[in-house]
């Protein structure tokens, strides 16, 4: 389950019975935390302790990740969505690492993977930006392929700010794909609809 990257808000929000779980919609309580993760930032490593909630109605318990995480991915969801817009832009993912500072290996899974997923990611952002936004228009086709699912993603970005005001576009992604976005199984992706 994917939240705020803010932990004092996330921590009133838990405890002032402001989320829903995202099986049954019932309240989360607070219930421990998980084990210490490194997340990789611009500004260095960062190491905490997500939160642990669980519901009230199903009993269910979640970890609360920060909107600046992707499921199984180190790094944080800003350097990831940099290397994929860098990528569709032209360039190869060994000057992309070495800008970023990353493994070329790494960048290369990141971009291998998104473009695996990028029908999914495509229509997954399609249909939040609609959600978001009722009003838009048609997404122009932007070249097949990763670019058409860059172009969701830049879409759906501006319909969440729109609505919900600034935030960087790669956590809203982050967001919207429940933390996904790179992962193999994209089941819950295609199911998912904001
Ligand atoms: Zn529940």
Avoid: K, Y
Avoid at 4 to 20: F, T
Avoid at 33 to 57: F, I, K, L, Y
Avoid at 75 to 95: K, L, T
Avoid at 144 to 166: I, N, Q, T
Wanted: aromatic letters at 6%; charged letters at 20%; glycine letters at 12%.
């Amino acid at each position: 389950m994917i939240v705020c990257a803010e932990q004092a808000l996330v921590e009133a929000e838990l405890v002032g019975g402001l989320l829903a779980c995202p099986s049954c919609r019932g309240t989360l309580g607070p219930w421990g935390h998980a084990r210490e993760r490194v997340t990789r930032r611009v500004s260095g490593d960062w190491r905490w302790r997500p939160r642990r909630a669980r519901c009230r109605g199903c009993q269910g318990t979640h970890v609360l990740l920060a909107d600046l995480c992707l499921s199984r991915r180190q790094d944080e969801v800003e350097v990831i969505g940099a290397a994929i817009e860098a990528h569709v832009g032209g360039e190869g993912h060994r000057p992309i690492a070495a800008r970023l500072g990353v493994a070329a290996s790494t960048v290369r899974g990141w971009l291998r993977r998104f473009a695996a997923n990028a029908e999914v990611i495509r229509a997954l952002f399609t249909r939040s930006a609609v959600a978001l936004d009722p009003e838009l228009g048609p997404i122009v086709p932007a070249g097949g392929g990763v670019a058409d699912a860059l172009e969701a993603v830049a879409v759906a970005g501006r319909a969440w700010v729109l609505r919900f005001g600034p935030c960087p576009v790669w956590r809203i992604m982050c967001r919207l794909s429940a933390g996904g976005l790179l992962s193999r199984n994209t089941s819950s992706l295609a199911t998912t609809v904001w």
